[in-house]
């Protein structure tokens, strides 16, 4: 049996469509920043244009940061197992403003399609996300793999109440990429001064 | 009579430090020679402690701290820096200020040699990667030092790794 999975664009607007200016988005490099920059572009976003590993990372510490906000760290499958001891450090601190997502296509999509760790999963054969966020005991951890649960997910990010990870079965694709901003001065003043408005 | 106990206060008078300069969050990947401050931090309420997994993890958070608008210190033995540099492009690229404060091993009464590979090449790695290095051998040098890299850091979004000798620390005992 083949993975079908959600189209990564349609996919990425559906989780932004009704974002409000309190969701504070931090890209992992490569198709997942292509993904929010091409579902519009917004100041309250910060594109990680390298930092491989670090976006729940730096999710956590904005986390912290802003109480008030809440964060939605949106990565691949290739940047979280980088990280993925980051799951263990968010575990045990439990911030209630933290999301991290994740477009799990079991693929390495910015450097020719390689398959990851997370490959051949609805065969059984491929490294479990979902299973290794739950046994980091990060509190709601989610599988989504249609339309319906990812319009849930949608919902749940606009009023998160505890930290959650959730998976999204993706189909592998290369779709054009849409390029922000890249300039990481100009990145992290824009954010600053949009958060502080 | 006897001679006054020496106090071993550097790493209350390096808290204060942090306290005076308004440091919210605090990474680090536990060593002995960080023991007492880490204590201080985590009993202290106004302050997330967060203990990572690995010492790049605590500069992703600075930056995400910094971009909330709080501060934060990483804290870290010397074999944690080799684990950093990558992930160190992430505040050069976008400046983000970035304290490090470093417990040193493999160079002075070292027991163990497997400190020694990474332990030597600290300075010039954190130079390298333009950090501006400061290192206290003294109790007496410690604060002033820390001062003078908290400024270097947030200052002007700067990157700054405070070393903390071994000689300072003391050696590890390994024989209980």
Known sequence: MSRTGLERRAAMATLLAERKDDLLVVPGLGSTCWDVAAAGDNDRNFYLW?????????????????????????????????????????GIKAPPNL??????????????????HTHDQTDGGGVDLLGVAHACKIGTCLDVADEAAL???????????????????????????????RDGAVLKARFRAAIAS | MNAPT??????????????????RQVGYV?????????????????????????EEEGVALAAGASL???????????????NCINMLSLARSCRFPLLMVITMRGEWEEFNPW??????IVEPVMKLCEAEVYRAVKPDEVEGLAERAVQHVFGDERIAA??????LIGKKVWTK
Request: hydrophobic share 45%.
């Open chain 1, 151 to 181: 319009a849930g997910l949608a919902g749940r990010i606009q009023a998160l109440d505890g930290t959650l990870f959730a998976r999204l079965d993706i189909a592998a694709s290369d779709p054009p990429r849409v390029l922000p901003e």
């Open chain 2, 68 to 82: 909330g608008g709080q501060r934060a210190v990483l804290l870290m033995q010397s074999s944690g820096v080799g």
């Open chain 2, 6 to 23: 020496p106090t071993v206060d550097w790493p209350d008078r390096l808290y204060a430090t942090l306290k005076r300069a308004d440091i």
């Open chain 1, 50 to 90: 390298g930092a491989m590993g670090g976006a729940a990372m730096i999710g956590l510490g904005l986390a912290l940061a802003q109480p008030e906000k809440r964060v939605l760290a949106v990565t691949g499958d290739g940047e979280m197992l980088m990280g993925i001891g980051s799951l263990a450090t968010i």
């Open chain 2, 162 to 167: 405070l070393l903390l000798s071994q000689q």
């Open chain 2, 30 to 54: 536990p060593d002995a020679g960080h023991a007492r401050l880490i204590d201080l931090c985590r009993a202290d309420p106004d302050i997330h402690d967060v203990v990572l997994t690995t």
């Open chain 2, 115 to 120: 400190q020694a590979p990474m332990g030597s």
């Open chain 1, 99 to 116: 999301a991290i997502v994740v477009f799990d296509n079991g693929h390495y999509g910015e450097t020719g399609m390689q398959p990851s």
